[in-house]
C-alpha cells in the first residue's frame, strides 16, 4: 500500500514523503533538499531557524517581520542553493553564510551603507582586556557602548566579527562561506576587534 501525502501544485500532483528522521545529519538533509525532498528543509529550518534569527537579529537593524522575511528568504535560498553545497562548512555555518549574504545585497540594494545591532547579548559578557563590571549600571553601560561600537562597524567588519566571535565559526569557515580570502577575515576581525577595543577604552578608533 502506497504511503505519504500529495499536494496539487502548479498543476501537477506532487507526493511528500515522511518527515525525514531527526537523527540523519545536516549534511544528509541538505542532501535530501537537492534531491527535492521538502521534509527535509522542513528540518533544517526547525534545526536551525532560531539561531538563524538571533544572528540576523544581531546583523540587520530591521522591524521583526523583516528578519522573519530574511529567515525565509535564507532558507529558500538553502533550497535552490543545496545542489552546489560541497561540505566544506559546517551546515549551520553555510546558512549563516548565505543569511549575511542577503542582508549584504539588501544593504547596497536599499543604498544604505550600514546596519546597526538592536542589541547586544550575553555572547560578550566580558570587556576587551577580561574585567567584567562590578555591577548591572556598569555592565549596562558596557553593552551599550559596545553595540554603539558596533553599529558603528562598516557590514564587512561587522559580519566577520558576529560569526567569529558571536557565533564562534572558524576563520577558515567564515571566509569559505563568504567568498574571502583567510587573511581578508582575519585583518576584518583584527580592524573590528581593535575599534571596539578602543571604543569600551573610551579612545577614538
Not at 102 to 118: D, E, K, P, S, Y
Request: aromatic share 4%.
Amino acid at each position: 500500500m502506497k504511503t505519504g501525502l500529495a499536494i496539487l501544485e502548479g498543476g501537477k500532483l506532487l507526493e511528500l514523503r515522511p518527515p525525514a528522521r531527526p537523527q540523519h545529519s545536516d549534511e544528509a538533509m541538505v542532501a535530501a533538499c537537492a534531491l527535492g525532498d521538502r521534509a527535509a528543509l522542513g528540518v533544517l529550518f526547525d534545526r536551525h531557524h532560531d539561531a538563524l534569527q538571533a544572528f540576523l537579529e544581531r546583523l540587520a537593524r530591521a522591524h521583526p517581520s523583516e528578519i522573519d522575511d530574511l529567515v525565509q528568504a535564507t532558507f529558500l535560498e538553502v533550497w535552490t542553493a543545496a545542489r552546489r553545497f560541497q561540505g566544506t562548512a559546517a551546515v549551520r555555518t553555510w546558512i549563516f553564510g548565505i543569511a549575511a549574504n542577503l542582508v549584504r545585497r539588501r544593504i547596497r540594494t536599499a543604498g544604505r551603507q550600514r546596519a546597526a545591532l538592536a542589541a547586544l547579548t550575553s555572547a560578550w559578557p566580558q570587556r576587551a582586556d577580561g574585567h567584567r563590571p562590578d555591577d548591572a549600571v556598569a555592565h549596562a553601560q558596557l553593552l551599550a557602548r559596545l553595540g554603539a561600537a558596533l553599529a558603528e562597524l562598516s557590514h564587512d567588519l561587522r559580519e566577520v566579527f558576529l560569526l567569529c566571535e558571536v557565533e564562534g565559526v572558524p576563520g577558515v569557515e567564515v571566509a569559505r562561506v563568504l567568498g574571502l580570502r583567510e587573511g581578508t577575515v582575519w585583518r576584518r576581525l583584527h580592524t573590528a576587534r581593535r575599534r571596539l577595543r578602543a571604543a569600551l577604552d573610551g579612545a577614538a578608533p
